[in-house]
């Protein structure tokens, strides 16, 4: 528990994404966020909301710990959809967290990885990646650079 501490507060936040996705494209477009993250259950949880002002969206994420199972559940939504994206579990270990699941990007099946770095500076830093290939091989497709507000 309390893995993501680190996280609680105001941020504003470095977005990268990459246009195309599993396409072998180089195309990223830079845009702002801003993120507020409020704690759950003394450490076991918390809960994000993410402004992107330029996409005119939000996203929010809610983190659980599963006590027994010592992992985390992350779960993304966002404004456009209104949907809850299926999950991705893991844990951190030395400051870094590596989390995983499976998803669809287009009606392709995809395995997706979250890892959180720099957790004990004052810039975390958030990377999606996607694999089509059953994990073979992964394309890093959006990144968040954390700067407290």
């Known amino acids: 528990m309390n893995d993501f501490d680190f996280l609680i507060g105001s941020w504003t936040v470095t977005n990268r994404r990459l246009g195309k996705l599993l396409a072998g494209s180089d195309d990223w477009t830079v845009f702002p966020g801003t993120a507020t993250c409020w ?11 993410i402004v992107f002002p330029t996409l005119g969206s939000r996203g ?8 027994e199972r010592e992992e985390w559940s992350l779960h993304w939504a966002n404004s456009r959809t209104g ?7 893991g844990r951190f270990d030395g400051g870094r967290g ?3 699941g499976d998803d669809t990007h287009e009606g392709v099946p995809v395995k997706v990885h979250y890892a959180w770095t720099g957790t004990t500076t004052s810039s975390p830093r958030w990377e999606q990646e996607f694999s089509a290939d059953g994990g ?5 497709n959006w990144v968040m650079e954390f700067a407290r507000a």
């Open 60 to 67: 929010c994420t809610l983190r659980l710990f599963d006590v």
């Open 83 to 89: 949907l809850l994206q299926p999950p991705v579990v």
């Open 39 to 49: 704690p759950l259950f003394e450490g076991g949880g918390n809960l994000d909301e």
């Open 98 to 100: 590596d989390f995983h």
């Open 136 to 140: 073979r091989t992964w394309e890093s």
